[in-house]
């Protein structure tokens, strides 16, 4: 049996355990059933799960839930509008989000898929150190993207 102030009372039956509870006016709570005896603590129940649920609001503030953002680019970028897109890129990815590199593909611009395919590669190269690539290149209508998503180790 453990005390009210974290002591050591040995022993003790369970008529004596609820007789002492009920002295400290406090509850009589079972914290290690399977023990040979069982171990049983004099505290304030109520004040214990409000600090259980206090720390769990905590730990849930912290969380961060990772999220899926786009970055949309065409065929013919040029290179001051890339930088910008990758350095958006790499900005959700310090921030622990996916990342989905969506382009588009006007008109004419159809016949262009190799370089398309090249210009995707080259923004999993650029954000290798910090990303891996998650879904690899897909084909969907007019539309070519990649996922990638931050390295588990970085996390």
Same mark, same amino acid.
């Given at each position: 049996?453990?005390?009210?102030?974290?002591?050591?009372?040995?022993?003790?039956?369970?008529?004596?355990?609820?007789?002492?509870?009920?002295?400290?006016?406090? %509850?009589? /709570?079972? #914290?290690?059933?399977?023990?040979?005896?069982?171990?049983?603590?004099?505290? &304030?129940?109520? +004040?214990?799960?409000?600090?259980?649920?206090?720390?769990?609001?905590?730990?849930?503030?912290?969380?961060?839930?990772?999220?899926?953002?786009?970055?949309?680019?065409?065929?013919?970028?040029?290179?001051?509008?890339?930088?910008?897109?990758?350095?958006?890129?790499?900005?959700?990815?310090?921030?622990? %989000?996916? /990342?989905? #590199?969506?382009?588009?593909?006007?008109?004419?611009?159809?016949?262009?898929? &190799?370089?398309? +395919?090249?210009?995707?590669?080259?923004?999993?190269?650029?954000?290798?150190?910090?990303?891996?690539?998650?879904?690899?290149?897909?084909?969907?209508?007019?539309?070519?993207?990649?996922?990638?998503?931050?390295?588990?180790?970085?996390?």
């Amino acid at each position: 049996m453990i005390g009210p102030n974290s002591e050591q009372l040995g022993v003790v039956t369970a008529l004596r355990a609820m007789e002492l509870a009920e002295q400290f006016e406090l %509850d009589l /709570v079972e #914290v290690a059933p399977t023990a040979r005896p069982p171990v049983c603590r004099i505290m &304030d129940f109520s +004040k214990y799960k409000y600090e259980q649920e206090k720390k769990e609001r905590r730990a849930k503030k912290n969380a961060h839930v990772s999220q899926l953002k786009q970055i949309r680019i065409k065929p013919h970028i040029e290179e001051h509008d890339y930088q910008t897109k990758l350095k958006q890129t790499i900005m959700f990815l310090e921030k622990k %989000d996916k /990342v989905r #590199v969506n382009l588009f593909f006007q008109g004419r611009e159809m016949a262009f898929k &190799d370089q398309a +395919k090249i210009l995707l590669q080259r923004f999993v190269a650029d954000t290798a150190e910090l990303a891996q690539v998650e879904k690899d290149v897909m084909m969907e209508g007019r539309v070519m993207s990649i996922v990638i998503a931050p390295k588990a180790d970085k996390v």
